[in-house]
T-cell receptor, first 112, second 116 residues
Framework: SQQGEEDPQALSIQEGENATMNCSYK?????LQWYRQNSGRGLVHLIL?????REKHSGRLRVTLDTSKKSSSLLITASRAADTASYFC????????????FGQGTTLQVKP | GAVVSQHPSWVICKSGTSVKIECRSL??????MFWYRQFPKQSLMLMAT?????????EQGVEKDKFLINHASLTLSTLTVTSAHPEDSSFYIC????????????FGDGTRLSIL
């Protein structure tokens, strides 16, 4: 079952601008992961943030986690046309066997 | 590293045909693989967890006799859609986990299945 809600569902920005995507979840988690999916392809892991972490960086990506609000955000700075893709958050709950529960995803379009 | 290969990438076949999809971890051993289904413009729905050497664990609502999963080695899991019908048309994606539970999964490029 899916538990994540993401917003916005779709986002269109100009190259060079920042893109922020938000994810909310319902149960307590072990960690939260962000993935990217290019159209018609599989998913690529971007970043993992543990439940005891509040912020993590990787290149142009910045992820925050607020476990009190059960929410996370993904910020892509200085976006490029090649960042155009769908972005999904996925949670690993504290109680399951490591299954990923995916959010609905945000479709990002970066215009050159 | 951590490459997962999924084959075939595209299948078109007649109703009633059984279709086998392969998922291989090319450069690592995966004791656990996962099979997902994705409808257009929607998220991934976990169908089953495939464990090497044991029976797969299916999610609620997924028919195990319809979607046969075999994980006979540490590098290969197969999903067979038996007697496929048009409603089985979808994008099927596999993934493999390199480490322990909770670690990132590595995904294949998916198989687009179209049943006529």
């Amino acid at each position: 079952s899916q538990q994540g809600e993401e917003d916005p569902q779709a986002l269109s920005i100009q190259e060079g601008e920042n893109a922020t995507m938000n994810c909310s979840y319902k149960t307590s988690i072990n960690n939260l992961q962000w993935y990217r999916q290019n159209s018609g392809r599989g998913l690529v892991h971007l970043i993992l943030i543990r439940s005891n972490e509040r912020e993590k960086h990787s290149g142009r990506l910045r992820v925050t986690l607020d476990t009190s609000k059960k929410s996370s955000s993904l910020l892509i700075t200085a976006s490029r046309a090649a960042d155009t893709a769908s972005y999904f958050c996925a949670t690993v709950s504290s109680s399951n066997t490591g299954k990923l529960i995916f959010g609905q995803g945000t479709t990002l379009q970066v215009k050159p | 590293g951590a490459v997962v290969s999924q084959h075939p990438s595209w299948v078109i076949c007649k109703s009633g045909t059984s279709v086998k999809i392969e998922c291989r971890s090319l450069d690592f051993q995966a004791t656990t693989m996962f099979w997902y289904r994705q409808f257009p413009k929607q998220s991934l729905m976990l169908m089953a967890t495939s464990n090497e050497g044991s029976k797969a664990t299916y999610e609620q609502g997924v028919e195990k006799d319809k979607f046969l999963i075999n994980h006979a080695s540490l590098t290969l899991s197969t999903l067979t859609v038996t007697s496929a019908h048009p409603e089985d048309s979808s994008f099927y994606i596999c993934s493999a986990r390199l480490g322990v539970a909770g670690q990132p999964q590595h995904f294949g490029d998916g198989t687009r299945l179209s049943i006529l």
